[in-house]
């Protein structure tokens, strides 16, 4: 498959190209283009000079093409989720396909909000001097983004980082994941085909570094929008600096699940166990499974028994599986070696613990202290469930917050008191009570919020101000008598 540059399918310009494998069977499906620098520059060109002609109609007009294209997306959905489930491993049915309905709610929402979004009119008359004057704000695009999409949920991210973008009058450069970019190929395609102007909407594969770079570099980027590991981000901010480029980022996590000892131990081993949902490789996925003392024992055994010993591991296009594999082998590994380490670290694998290929046994490690590097600042993402036991609401509130990062969480406890007192205390973007925090409402704001996990609240309640400027306009002497 090719690049979408312009409006047209596209080859790299030294065509060169990289694979992309079906991580069940290790087989190529296809093959895509590896872009060079001119490929990028090419693609930033064709944006800058759409984007002006795209901000200029109304926004009724780029609102109705986007729901048309909604509208595709869900008349395609299994076409696109089969696509996604060869290429990203995901379970047909129960996320592929899901994942794409998502796509078109995100869409048609951004377009609502769009075609909502106010400016302001600053009260008169209460500052001496400005009594005649009438002072108003409207917003207005930012210009041409840069969407750098992870590999864990293509279709879904991208979503958040283009539909309001595009509705607001922005043009976006897309970056897509090297693992599995056919999916938003074919949305770009999609773009297009509903009546998107050609260049509004780039997307363009090959290295993560080389194009990240390179999109970064470019002064004519007004922001970049990264989902992505911390280090990388810290390497995009260093860059985007040297131009002052507005950069939005949703790191890293280590998201802590506490079950206290008066909580629902039904709801927290059900929570639990939906963490198996595409392999853990969540951001906002439960990452370190901070349980009483009193119910550790009790709360892994449930979890095996009632869950894990039930899910059924295999090719996503199967229907009856319920697992598939990891995106990579080279990404199951990293998991093993993880596991490993912690092992030395003194835990034990009481569950699991064994690679196949690009599949990954889920995995409960026991005896995790708070002292070990994968109950702070080591993620692991992919399906292991590490206990770190504690006997105080201090202790377990301690526990959560000895980690750079802060993306989100999750509080089991039928005491309301407990639930806000330590919703209040956890330094995280977001919390769920009675929930694993592995959740992302479209409505609600969601990001890093704290530390090292990120700066951006992308939802449809905050996306817009993310991917607009204010522009303040006053109107001297217009009310004068």
């Known amino acids: 498959m090719q690049m979408v540059i312009n409006g047209r399918m596209a080859d790299a310009s030294g065509k060169e190209t990289q694979e992309v494998v079906n991580p ?32 200029a109609l109304p ?3 780029r609102c109705a093409v986007l729901k048309k294209f909604a509208n595709m997306v869900m008349e395609r959905r299994l076409e696109l989720g089969t696509l996604l489930a060869k290429e990203a491993g995901k379970p047909l049915m129960q996320e592929a396909v899901w994942e794409l309905d998502s796509v078109a709610y995100v869409y048609r929402g951004a377009c609502e909000v769009a075609l909502h979004y106010y400016g302001s009119t600053m009260p008169i008359g209460t500052e001496p001097g400005y009594d005649a004057d009438l002072q108003i704000t409207i917003h207005e695009p930012l210009g041409v983004l840069a969407c750098i999409i992870p590999y864990n949920f293509p279709p879904a991210i991208w979503a958040f980082k283009t539909a309001a973008a595009l509705a607001a009058g922005n043009a976006v450069v897309v970056k897509a994941p090297s693992y599995d970019p056919l999916t938003l190929l074919t949305l770009h395609q999609m773009l297009h085909e509903a009546g998107l102007p050609a260049g509004v909407a780039q997307c363009v594969t090959g290295s993560g570094a080389k194009i990240g770079d390179m999109l970064v570099d470019d002064p004519r980027i007004a922001c970049v929008n990264f989902t992505g590991s911390t280090e990388a981000g810290l ?11 507005d950069y939005k980022f949703e790191l890293g996590g280590n998201d802590p699940f506490i079950l206290f000892e008066d909580g629902d131990l039904d709801l927290a081993v059900k929570e639990a166990a939906d963490q198996a949902r595409n392999n853990r ?8 499974f901070i349980i009483h003392n009193s119910l550790k024992e009790v709360f892994v055994k449930r979890l095996i028994d009632e869950y894990l010993d039930k899910l059924v591991v295999g090719d996503p296009m199967d229907p009856k599986v319920t ?42 490690l026991m005896d995790v202290t708070p002292e070990m590097d994968i109950a702070k600042n080591m993620e692991v993402f992919g399906p292991v469930w590490p206990i770190i036991g504690f006997d105080t609401v201090e202790e377990a509130v301690e526990i959560a917050n000895a980690s750079d990062y802060g993306l ?18 956890l330094k995280t973007g977001h919390i769920a009570i009675n929930g694993s925090g592995n959740f992302r409402a479209a409505e609600l704001p969601f990001g890093g919020g704290k530390k090292m996990s990120g700066n951006s609240r992308e939802s449809l309640s905050k996306v817009m101000d993310e991917v607009t400027q204010i522009k303040s306009i006053v109107f001297r002497y217009a009310f004068e008598k």
């Open 24 to 55: 069940a069977n290790g087989q190529v499906i296809d093959t895509v283009p590896a872009a060079a620098p001119e490929d990028v520059k090419r693609a930033v060109d064709g944006a800058v000079k759409a984007q002006e002609k795209w901000a």
């Open 323 to 364: 697992m598939g594999p990891m995106i990579a082998e080279r990404a199951a590994k990293k998991v093993e070696e993880q596991v490993a380490h912690t092992v030395k670290q003194g835990a034990r694998v009481v569950y699991g613990g064994a690679r196949n290929g690009a599949f990954f046994a889920p995995t409960i």
């Open 408 to 425: 989100g969480g999750g509080i089991f406890s039928r005491d309301i008191y407990t639930c806000i007192q330590t919703a209040k205390k």
């Open 59 to 61: 926004v009724r007009e």
């Open 235 to 245: 390497s995009i901010a260093k860059t985007a600096a040297k131009h002052l480029t």
């Open 281 to 288: 490789q969540c951001c906002t996925g439960s990452k370190r």
